[in-house]
């Protein structure tokens, strides 16, 4: 049923088994992630073979609003500028865009994926961080377009809302997704 979920959602995802994982972090205070507390709501931790390893993080986003949050510390500040930058995902520009406002959460939470695709043991060649929320919830919508504008790479970013990843066919058995 996962394989058959990640085929439909993410049809370029590598190909082989699938692990799906809840509330997942490859490395909660690991140094060669990102050293904090992050974890995705679920994780599917795709392939393994030729194709190499995949991660797709998911974070899921009900009722919450967009809300601005505090700038990281400077300690944690050096780790994810490191991220980042390495990622060359983000526009010149990024750093008064995104820190301390409400797009901040999905920047922590894209970093994740991007530090599992840095990490030195070359485990994950392939990763996604996917934002679901449900249609009416406007704010993340609105969230999830400005932070999309921020990227110059926009391949290991994707929001979604529930009622599409429902609706898409073949990824859910009919009797579930009623």
Not at 3 to 17: E, F, I, Q
Not at 56 to 72: D, L, M, N, S
Not at 91 to 120: A, C, F, N, Y
């Amino acid at each position: 049923a996962a394989r058959r979920a990640v085929d439909a959602w993410w049809p370029d995802a590598p190909a082989g088994p699938v692990c799906v994982r809840f509330e997942h972090s490859p490395g909660r205070l690991d140094a060669d992630f990102l050293n904090n507390r992050s974890a995705f709501d679920v994780a599917f931790e795709v392939g393994g073979g030729e194709q190499g390893r995949g991660i797709i993080g998911v974070e899921t986003k009900y009722h919450e609003h967009a809300a601005r949050e505090a700038e990281p510390s400077e300690e944690r500040m050096a780790r994810y500028v490191e991220v980042t930058e390495r990622s060359n995902v983000f526009v010149p520009g990024w750093r008064e865009k995104i820190l301390g406002t409400e797009l901040q959460q999905l920047w922590l939470d894209h970093l994740l994926v991007l530090s599992m695709l840095q990490h030195p043991s070359s485990r994950w060649s392939w990763g996604r961080f996917v934002l679901v929320y449900p249609a009416e919830n406007l704010s993340f919508a609105a969230a999830a377009q400005r932070y999309r504008s921020l990227l110059r790479d926009v391949s290991t970013f994707e929001a979604r809302t529930i009622e599409e990843l429902i609706v898409t066919p073949g990824a859910i058995a009919p009797s579930l997704a009623q």
